[in-house]
């Protein structure tokens, strides 16, 4: 099984670049399940239903969010409803919408996708460590196949949460710095790892946001409103490939892929149209 894991798809260069990329990536590498992180594809502050929908369109299956899930208001009415939309399992108990959730491949096979958030430098929230095994407890009977995003700030929380995890998942992938990693690797018991899988977005930017109101900010030190960058977008994201009879992935791979690798994977346009 060969699975997409898209990072935080941020504003509209993020949707524009997931929209070229993730068919031709699905066309070109034979891929069986896309996940992509879409809590800042809207203006890069949250999700509405009509942008998880549209992201849905591009060959995504299920996506993940974290802190900034409850940004636009309209996602309050649009989660419960929409099981392929995930906010971190480990919110308070009553939170609307879920944090994992069994999906099953092109070629009907089972794949289970947990979403839990860290602790360090983030809101206060319930233990991630202890949450995750429970959503593990739950998917196992039916799926031997689990991703996990992890949104977590602190890069040594997202290293435990892999640890934590080697032989219990087939791979765990951090978001929410915007910043990829170049940490990929199996470890020992079969859990493919990336503290984090980046940013599809405008990387001509501050993590996503224009340069010139967020470099005043830390300038100055006064507040100044965010605004999502423009530009062309890159895409980064991560490639795993799992054995289905155990769930461990035998093979990993870092995405780096910007607006002209896009293009170039586009089959040419035949002559005369």
């Known amino acids: 099984m060969r699975i997409l894991f898209v990072g935080d798809i941020f504003g509209k260069p993020g949707r524009e670049i997931a929209r070229k990329a993730i068919p031709a990536l699905i066309e070109r590498e034979a891929l069986d399940f896309v996940i992509a992180n879409v809590e800042n594809s809207a203006a890069g502050f949250g999700v509405t239903g009509d942008i998880a929908d549209t992201i849905l369109s591009y060959g995504?299956?299920?996506?993940?969010?974290?802190?900034?899930?409850?940004?636009?208001?309209?996602?309050?009415?649009?989660?419960?409803?929409?099981?392929?939309?995930?906010?971190?399992?480990?919110?308070?108990?009553?939170?609307?919408?879920?944090?994992?959730?069994?999906?099953?491949?092109?070629?009907?096979?089972?794949?289970?996708?947990?979403?839990?958030?860290?602790?360090?430098?983030?809101?206060?929230?319930?233990?991630?460590?202890?949450?995750?095994?429970?959503?593990?407890?739950?998917?196992?009977?039916?799926?031997?196949?689990?991703?996990?995003?992890?949104?977590?700030?602190?890069t040594s929380e997202k290293i435990a949460m892999g640890w934590h995890l080697d032989g219990r998942v087939t791979g765990v992938f951090g978001t929410h710095t915007h910043v990829q990693t170049a940490d990929d690797r199996i470890l020992p018991k079969g859990t493919a790892y990336l503290t984090d899988a980046g940013m599809t977005g405008p990387h001509d930017s501050i993590i996503g946001v224009t340069t010139e109101i967020a470099l005043t900010r830390f300038v100055t030190g006064m507040p100044a409103k965010f605004e999502s960058a423009t530009g062309p977008g890159r895409l980064n994201g991560v490639i795993v490939t799992a054995d289905l009879a155990t769930g461990r992935a035998t093979a990993i791979?870092?995405?780096?892929?910007?607006?002209?690798?896009?293009?170039?994977?586009?089959?040419?346009?035949?002559?005369?149209?």
């Open 253 to 273: 791979q870092r995405l780096n892929l910007s607006s002209a690798d896009v293009e170039a994977m586009a089959p040419p346009t035949p002559v005369g149209r």
């Open 60 to 154: 995504v299956d299920v996506m993940t969010s974290g802190n900034h899930i409850w940004d636009k208001k309209e996602v309050l009415d649009y989660i419960p409803r929409e099981s392929r939309l995930l906010r971190p399992a480990n919110f308070p108990t009553g939170t609307p919408g879920r944090g994992s959730y069994l999906g099953r491949t092109r070629s009907g096979e089972a794949i289970g996708v947990i979403n839990v958030m860290g602790r360090i430098f983030m809101q206060p929230m319930e233990d991630p460590f202890a949450v995750v095994l429970r959503e593990i407890d739950a998917l196992r009977p039916k799926a031997r196949v689990i991703i996990v995003d992890f949104h977590a700030e602190a």
